[in-house]
Structure formats: C-alpha cells, structure tokens
C-alpha cells in the first residue's frame, strides 16, 4: 500500500506499507481514476524538471545591514523566506514584527549563531528557564498515562508526526502545519470528529479542517507545544495516552522540544522535509538548491 502525505496543497507519496488486503468503494475507485485520467488529459502530470534558482539565503537566519530607505533595521536578525526572482529581492521577515520586508541580497548575510541567539525571544533557547506555559505543558503531558510500547504498526499511534503543508511562502500561504498519529490527522480541538470518524477520507475531503496555523513559516516551539495540548484533548484522540515519540520538520525547535517534553515521556526527534530532488520533481523550485 502507498503511503501518502498532504504537502503544499497536494497529496504526495511518502512510502510503502504492508497492510492487509483491502476491498475500497467502487465509487472512490472510479473517482481516483477520473482524477487521474483528467490530470494526464490536462498536462498537470509533471514531466521535466524546472531550473532552480540560485537563492542561498533562501529559508535562512539573516543580519540586515547597508540599507538606506529603512535604516531602522540594519543590524537586524530576521528571517530570509522565498526568493522573488522577478524583483530580484528576498521576502524577509522581521523577527520583532513578523512583517515582511523585500531586501536585495547585497543587503543581508547569513547570521551567526550568536546573533540569532541574542535575537531570540524569551524561552526559545536551549537551556533557558522554561515559561509558564512551558512548564505547564510539561506538567500535563507528565501527568498522561504512558501508552503501551510500540508496536511497529502504523496505527499504534505511538508516533506522531508534526509536517508543514509547505517551505516556503507560496507553498505555504497560510502558514499550516498538521499532526499525524500513525498516519491519521488529528484535527485541533475545536473541529470535532476527525481521525474517528473517517480519518484520511475525512481529510481529503475536507483538508482545510485539520491544519494548525503558526505565525512563521517555522512554527515556534511554543506554537507547537500548544497544537500537541490541542491534539491530546481533541475528539479524535479521544483523551488515549500520550505519544511515545514526536517528530518535528523544523530541527531548530527540535533540541528545546526536547528539552521541554522528555522528561515528562515522551522522545522529540527530527523530521526531515522532501529532499532537493523530491522538490524539484513535484515542480517546486527548493531553497539552497
């Protein structure tokens, strides 16, 4: 069985599984191969790569400097999202603000770690104090029954996966991202039935019910600590144990995720996005490519 995941508004493959025979609807065959038949007729299927562009800030932590209509923010540590080769300009996010900003890349270059570190909000560090409601969060995941060990089936639930619907600004408009536990989305709370009732047939029918919105392209640790609460109280969950392990698709949240969340039981790991290559064939231009 093909595995798939939804990925800047479409469902793209992530894999194979081995899973008992399955007998789908005669009604859902024929409207996948309507679905199919349409797409070879329209040209959509992808058939030759397009040229990257060269952007190697592209999706990096920046430092502003030399600007002269917008002196106020040189010396700034902000974010570098998409590239727009026809302004010849980076979208640039401004870390205070979270505005956006179009600087020209004589304009900016990567920052080091100790710029970012001292840019970074309250809390965000590896080895700061946690807030409040980090310690809050620990305490209620703490206070969860451990659920049972994995059992290597893909829905154990044991693993949930934390994926954002895209990488960049226009893969990603809304800023979403999605919590899979074994495969199945596990919608925010306030939506009701989910992975109960339908799980990834309730999902491609109706996708936009199961996202999270961030306030970046790269959900804060914080951001995410508040979806996994949102998830674990969810109708779909259905107040069952905590996750054994969790994986996060951003690595620079990952080690204070980890921090927050082990010791209360539950292993944070890294997630890596689709390679260059697997960008390239779905017809998206990569970062740093």
């Known amino acids: 069985m093909l595995t798939l995941l ?12 081995r899973v008992p025979p399955m007998s789908p609807p005669p009604q859902l065959v024929a409207e996948i191969q309507g679905v199919v038949a349409a797409a070879v007729s329209s040209g959509s299927v992808i ?15 920046v430092h502003i400097s030399g600007l002269k209509s917008r002196p106020d923010l040189n010396g700034t540590v902000a974010f570098a999202g998409e590239f727009e080769e026809e302004k010849g300009r980076h979208a640039v996010k401004i870390s205070d603000s979270g505005a956006g ?7 900016l270059r990567v920052a080091t770690e100790e710029e970012i ?16 409601f980090q310690e809050e969060t620990r305490q209620l995941v703490r206070s969860m029954p451990a659920g049972r060990p994995s059992t290597g089936s893909v829905d154990d639930g044991s693993f949930w996966v934390f994926r954002r619907m895209g990488y960049t600004e226009r893969e990603n408009p809304d800023l979403n991202f999605m919590i899979l536990a074994g495969g199945v989305p596990l919608p925010p709370t306030d939506v009701g039935a989910g992975a109960g009732d339908g799980g990834m047939m309730a999902m491609m029918m109706d996708p ?5 919105t961030s306030k970046a392209l790269t959900p804060s640790a914080d951001e995410i600590l508040a979806a ?62």
């Open 47 to 61: 058939s030759s790569m397009p040229e990257p562009v060269d952007a190697p800030l592209e999706q990096s932590f």
């Open 208 to 212: 936009g019910r199961f996202w999270y």
């Open 101 to 107: 900003v179009l600087i020209r890349p004589a304009n």
């Open 228 to 289: 996994l609460r949102q998830a674990l109280h969810s109708r779909a969950w259905s107040g069952r144990s905590k996750p054994e392990s969790i994986a996060i698709d951003a690595k620079e949240i990952v080690d204070r995720l980890e921090e927050i969340l082990e010791p209360a039981g539950v292993t944070v790991g890294y997630y890596p996005p689709p390679s260059n290559e697997e960008l390239v064939a779905m017809g998206h231009t990569p970062p740093n490519f």
């Open 6 to 17: 939804p990925y800047t508004g479409q469902i793209v493959y992530d894999g194979t599984l």
């Open 117 to 132: 570190q001292a840019a970074a909000p309250p809390g965000t560090l590896v080895g700061a104090a946690l807030t409040p």
